[in-house]
């Protein structure tokens, strides 16, 4: 499983703060799976050692105490008492210079009357409200700080009145990243989606910078109820996509997964699939194969077994833990749509094994699915098959070569489904 961690790859990409919610996952997966050794990716000390030496450059100085006395088992050295000192003494500094203008903005019928009067602006502000010169940069400067102390909501609150007061193009861009981050850490995601917007528009052709946003956004797009529209939506750009191939192809895990588990976006597949086909070289994992040997080789045998790899590869994935069980429900309906598609007829225990799935659960399954999913086919039960209702000739051609190796085999089913059959046939005569 290591080789397809993602973790080290992806925080390359992401503010340092970003990186300890991934490093509290792996932490806890480990503690989960204490019995299995086959998802311990990383040590445990490994992963206190890496927070430590994401905290020696914060301002986070009692957390990283904490992480050294349970690294080294002993007092942390008396550097850290002296960092910690000489933090409090500059967040009291950095409070007390932008206390001025702090105190006007907190006023809100001030700040209303401001507005009104079209006078909330800093120029006006320092003329005729005793706000010192060079308050609103400490002001900026303190939400900076704040952010390195992992005070997020106090450094969102100043970005956020920095960014309507500034004149400065570039220290705006940088605080709206900032505030970004925040949002992202206090798991405010209807605020964080509009900051990822705010900076989608400001960024235009920069590629390092999309690069970055294309990270950072996992985080709403994976939380967010409506994330799975919008990633597939923004990664599919043309200008987003050519970054995803030029930079961070590993970005198309999160692609991929994206599109098999929505359904609304079941039409971009072949797109997707063109481009995990060009991209292969660069980077693939269990999950952009499982979907290229589905729909570019239509290789079935293939694809259930790298189902059963994509499985670890998400409990494993701080992204995409979430969305494990609907992934492999999607995915099973995408191998059992494309097998329905090239066959006349098709044994339910050779689809069964397809899905990996036990026979029961298999049954239950493609009953329930030909009946919620207007799917245009039949059981017959006393074969054990399911026949379909129409046929494409050209993709049956196409992959004829590929399946006929194929067994049906018809047996032990037939009779549990005549009984399902049976007593669904007593439900409707119920009712
Ligand atoms: C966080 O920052 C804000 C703004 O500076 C401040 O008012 C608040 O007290 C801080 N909270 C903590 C827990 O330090």
Redesign the pocket.
């Known amino acids: 499983m290591a080789k397809y961690d993602l973790t080290q790859t992806i925080a390359t990409y992401l503010d340092r703060h970003l990186v300890f919610p991934l490093i509290e996952f792996l932490k806890e997966n480990r503690a989960l799976k204490s019995s299995s050794s086959l998802n311990k990716i990383y040590g445990e000390k490994e992963l206190l050692s890496a927070q430590l030496d994401l905290l020696s450059n914060t301002n986070m100085v009692d957390f990283a105490m904490d992480i050294h006395r349970k690294l080294h088992e002993t007092e942390p050295p008396a550097t850290f008492a002296t960092k910690r000192a000489a933090v409090l003494a500059r967040?009291k500094e950095l409070?007390a210079l932008c206390a001025p203008l702090?105190r006007l903005l907190q006023d809100q019928t001030k700040v209303a009357e401001l507005k009104e009067e079209k006078n909330y602006n800093i120029e006006f502000i320092q003329e005729n409200l005793g706000v010192p010169a060079g308050c609103l940069d400490h002001l900026y400067e303190?939400?900076k700080f704040?952010f390195e102390?992992g005070?997020y909501?106090?450094?969102a609150?100043?970005l956020y009145h920095f960014r309507t007061l500034s004149n400065d193009a570039e220290k705006k861009f940088n605080a709206l990243w900032g505030k970004f981050a925040a949002e992202i850490l206090m798991l405010k995601w209807t605020t964080a989606i509009e900051d990822l917007k705010a900076l989608k528009e400001a960024i235009e052709a920069k590629l390092q910078q999309r690069t970055w946003l294309l990270h950072w956004s996992l985080f709403v797009f994976f939380n967010h109820p409506n994330g799975r529209n919008g990633i597939v939506d923004m990664f599919l750009q043309d200008k987003y996509l050519n970054t995803i191939q030029t930079t961070c192809p590993h970005i198309l895990r999160y692609l991929t997964t994206a599109v098999i588990t929505n359904k609304r976006r079941r039409n971009q597949l072949n797109d997707l699939v063109r481009v995990l086909q060009q991209e292969s070289h660069s980077y693939s994992d269990p999950i952009t194969e499982f979907l290229e040997d589905l729909y570019a080789n239509f290789d079935f045998d293939a694809a259930q077994k790298k189902l059963r790899e994509c499985e670890n590869v998400l409990m494993n994935d701080f992204f995409l833990v979430s969305c494990r069980n609907e992934f492999m429900e999607n995915a099973r309906l995408l191998i059992f749509e494309t097998y329905c598609r090239i066959h006349q007829t098709i044994d339910i225990s050779t689809l069964a094994q397809k899905l990996d799935m036990d026979q029961d659960a298999a049954e239950r399954w493609i009953v329930n699915l030909i009946r919620n999913a207007h799917l245009d086919a039949k059981i017959d039960s006393a074969a054990n098959h399911v026949i379909m209702g129409t046929q494409n000739p050209s993709i049956y051609q196409q992959v004829i070569d590929k399946t006929k190796s194929l067994s049906f085999r018809t047996h032990v089913l037939a009779n549990n489904l005549d009984k399902y059959v049976q007593s669904e046939g007593d439900d409707k005569a119920q009712a």
């Open positions: 967040l409070n702090v303190s939400a704040q102390c005070n909501s106090g450094a609150d100043f």
